[in-house]
């Protein structure tokens, strides 16, 4: 079935480093890809998306492309700040649902 | 967007008893997803609340164990009944925000740990 895989964390980096979480899918068809965030006390939210292949999505510095040659959806972010500690989700959509990876908990340092 | 409070937002509980967990959005919406999200893992689907018909649970999933009420189109209850220590985790309750277009708006959370 279909399945999402991440990179397991933690992942610790100094601030101002650049970011890559591998996300990686398993679907049939073209299903849309997400990216959500959890901030130490706070609900999940939706960061970026993309619907298609070769879509790029992107909000708060981070960035996301939907390759399906690679059936990847790796998020990156040029800088990061110590503002963005935080776990790292990717989704698939299916049907009515999403299906989630692990989540990769991430650590800035100042 | 969505603004959803859920209550408790945490609770401590005993082995076979029973708690209910609230939801209200603050917005009418046609579904209401229900999540679990054990510790260190990630979010399990575990039923769709729709407004005036039974709720539909997923695979591993019992209305005995997790039953729901949805009386409106802006709240519903979660159930956690006969609670064991396997039951400890973080219970979401999420909206879509737009008809089939995956995009989420989560609650808080409740995190109940079953001693």
């Known amino acids: 079935g279909d399945s999402v895989t991440q990179m397991e964390g933690p992942v610790t980096l100094s601030e101002e480093a650049f970011l890559t979480i591998n996300c990686t899918y398993t679907a049939t068809g073209y299903p849309s890809l997400f990216w959500y965030v959890q901030y130490p006390g706070e609900g999940l939210q939706l960061l970026l998306k993309a619907t298609k292949a070769d879509d790029k999505g992107s909000n708060k510095g981070f960035e996301a492309t939907y390759r399906k040659e690679t059936t990847s959806f790796h998020l990156e972010k040029g800088s990061v700040q110590v503002s963005d500690s935080a776990v790292y989700f990717c989704?698939?959509?299916?049907?009515?649902?999403?299906?989630w990876g692990a989540g990769t908990k991430l650590i800035i340092k100042p | 967007s969505a603004v959803i409070s859920q209550k408790p937002s945490r609770d401590i509980c005993q082995r076979g008893t029973s708690l209910t967990i609230q939801c209200q959005v603050d917005s009418q919406v046609t579904m209401m997803f229900w999540y679990r999200q054990q510790p260190g893992q990630s979010l399990t689907l575990i039923a769709t609340?729709?407004?005036?018909?039974?709720?539909?649970?997923e695979s591993g999933f019992v209305i005995d164990k997790f039953p729901i009420s949805r009386p409106n189109l802006t709240f519903s209850t979660l159930t956690v009944s006969n609670m064991s220590p396997e039951d400890s985790s973080i219970y979401l309750c999420?909206?879509?925000?737009?008809?089939?277009?995956?995009?989420?708006?989560f609650g808080e959370g409740s995190r109940l740990t079953v001693l």
């Open positions: 609340a729709n407004q005036g018909s039974e709720a539909t649970y």
């Open positions: 999420s909206v879509e925000s737009g008809a089939n277009t995956g995009e989420l708006f």
């Open positions: 989704a698939l959509r299916r049907a009515y649902q999403l299906i």
